[in-house]
Antibody
């Protein structure tokens, strides 16, 4: 069974840093591209970042570029999101999502999310 | 960046109604269009990929159509489990933008 479990969320002040993790199981993690998607309270989905299977291609949303860094450890079946210089508007539930291998590039599995709250 | 515009942003419907949600891309995305369903407190769930491919286990009352810039998600006969928010997403290029969502509520 495919499972994605995020962790690392919490409450912190503007300007702070946080590292989110996503533990993957039930599939060959090293074969899949992964994404981070966030959802502010009461708002819609916002794609945040993409990393390909071997970490050679990485994309970021304009809203986080230069502040967030995505990485992965295929040996540990883990995806990470290092978040620096956090702002109030980064408050959201952060989901990791697997990108399907079919070529459709849809997000076929999602974690349950981890809440990041940035507030003074 | 490709902008995705959904309409309506919300709708009220009754059990058994036929419901249609539209999604428009700011440029052609061929058929790289996906639909997700999200219920409160839960992660999104993939319903349809590449505009019309129903995911395994998704009821056949859901269908998707369209290509280029205009797409449609249809629920042929609304059921209680279908009250949720629906999002379209383009996977043609990065950033993989989502529509703003359509909340389907009980009438």
């Amino acid at each position: 069974e495919v499972q994605l479990v995020e962790s690392g969320g919490g409450l912190l002040k503007p300007g702070g840093s946080l590292r989110l993790s996503c533990a993957a199981s039930g599939f060959t993690f090293s074969s899949y591209s992964m994404n981070w998607v966030r959802q502010a309270p009461g708002k819609g989905l916002e794609w945040v970042s993409y990393i390909c299977s071997l970490s050679k291609t990485i994309y970021y949303a304009d809203s986080v570029r230069g502040r967030f860094t995505v990485s992965r450890d295929n040996a540990q079946n883990s995806l990470y999101l290092q978040m620096n210089s956090l702002r109030d508007e980064d408050t959201a539930v952060y989901y990791c999502a697997r990108e399907s291998i079919t070529g459709a590039r849809d997000f076929d599995y999602w974690g349950q999310g981890t809440l990041v709250t940035v507030s003074s | 960046d490709i902008q995705m515009t959904q309409s309506p942003s919300s709708l009220s419907a009754s059990i058994g109604d036929r419901v249609t949600i539209t999604c428009r891309a700011s440029q052609s995305i061929t058929n790289y269009l996906n639909w997700y369903q999200q219920k409160p407190g839960n992660a999104p769930k993939l319903l349809i990929s590449t505009a019309s491919s129903l995911q395994h286990g998704v009821p056949s009352r859901f269908s998707g159509s369209g290509s280029g810039t205009d797409f449609t998600l249809t629920i042929s006969s609304l059921q209680p489990a279908d009250f949720a928010t629906y999002y379209c997403q383009q996977s043609y290029s990065a950033p993989r933008t989502f529509g703003q969502g359509t909340k389907v509520e009980i009438k």
